[in-house]
């Protein structure tokens, strides 16, 4: 394990790393008012080296904080909107016969790009929608049979709308497995939106946020995650916590292994935004509902008036209480 006081390229210390960490929060939130907790996930899942889904009601900012982030670090960056007629090609690329050579000419798609923002993914059809599956878990893509390297660092922001509404296509578990951390932003309270009218009276914010770190910055922060420490006992309280989930008569799907090191990672990630070398309980417990939220399944023979969202995380908050935190 890496010592974070020694990391190379930059000898990145602890604290170092928890004040560019700090850096990037605090551009974001020149954008995003009063949604802090919002932010330092989204950063965690940057850091952690994980993509993330950003599920909310229209008009709460899923875009916009998609965007702030983009625009804050200094990394290439597109977005694709996804709408009923996208293709795979439209996402990935596809090979172009060229005439006049005779050869076919790789032309890549906007999924090549240190920072994707796919808007309102679960607007396409299910087949484009699996474009993303290699892209997201390899970090390359392959269009007949070869193999083309995606930029580093990658993460994909993807927003959704609640697969409850209409024009949807709700995506399937295995998709969802891909994403590392599931989030939403929710309604301001009442002074945060009056200082989001007030901070675009007369100009957008967005339009003059600077970049603050750049693409290099990004992927030492990521190689300093691994340095941090987890204990054993703490490694035991999250396979607890995952085993309750396959265990548990409420659940027809429990986590999956890659939910499981998803945690591991993002907890690391946090503690390294916290100006320390080791993980704590806390990191787990206030990881566990936005990273496993998306990949259980609750059983219909307990169903709800909840949201499907509400109701996996209500199951969540309960088996946390049930497993001992060590001390």
């Not at 503690?271 to 059983?299: M, N, Q, W």
């Amino acid at each position: 394990m890496r010592n974070l006081e020694t990391v190379e390229s930059g000898e990145l210390t602890s604290a170092g790393a928890a004040e560019q960490i700090e850096r990037l929060q605090q551009a974001v939130e020149t954008v995003i008012r009063g949604k802090p907790e919002a932010i330092r996930l989204a950063i965690v899942t940057l850091i952690a080296g994980g993509h993330l889904l950003v599920e909310d009601v229209p008009g709460v900012g899923k875009t916009t904080l998609a965007h702030a982030l983009a625009r804050a670090l200094r990394c290439s960056f597109q977005r694709i909107q996804f709408t009923s007629d996208l293709l795979p090609s439209d996402v990935i690329g596809l090979s172009v016969y060229k005439q006049h050579s005779g050869m076919f000419e790789w032309k890549p798609g906007p999924v090549f790009a240190n920072v994707v923002l796919a808007d309102e993914i679960n607007r396409t059809t299910p087949k484009t929608q699996s474009a993303l599956l290699e892209a997201m878990a390899e970090r390359h893509v392959t269009v007949e049979g070869t193999t083309h390297p995606l930029p580093a660092p990658f993460i994909v922001l993807a927003t959704q709308n609640p697969i409850e509404h209409h024009g949807t296509y709700p995506l399937p578990e295995s998709q969802l497995d891909r994403f590392m951390l599931r989030l939403r932003i929710g309604y301001p309270a009442p002074v945060d939106e009056e200082r989001i009218l007030r901070d675009r009276e007369y100009a957008d914010p967005l339009d003059e946020l600077e970049p603050v770190m750049s693409a290099h910055e990004v992927v030492e922060l990521q190689r300093a995650v691994a340095g941090v420490s987890v204990d054993d006992a703490l490694v035991q309280y999250l396979m607890r916590i995952v085993a309750a989930t396959r265990a548990s008569e409420m659940l027809d799907l429990g986590v999956s292994p890659r939910g499981t090191l998803a945690l591991f990672r993002a907890s690391q990630a946090l503690a390294l935004g916290e100006d320390r070398t080791y993980c704590i309980p806390d990191d787990i417990k206030r990881l566990v509902v936005p990273i496993f939220a998306h990949r259980i399944v609750v059983s219909s023979r307990f169903s709800s008036s909840l949201r499907r969202s509400e109701e996996a995380e209500a199951v969540l908050n309960e088996i946390l209480k049930t497993v001992s935190v060590p001390l």
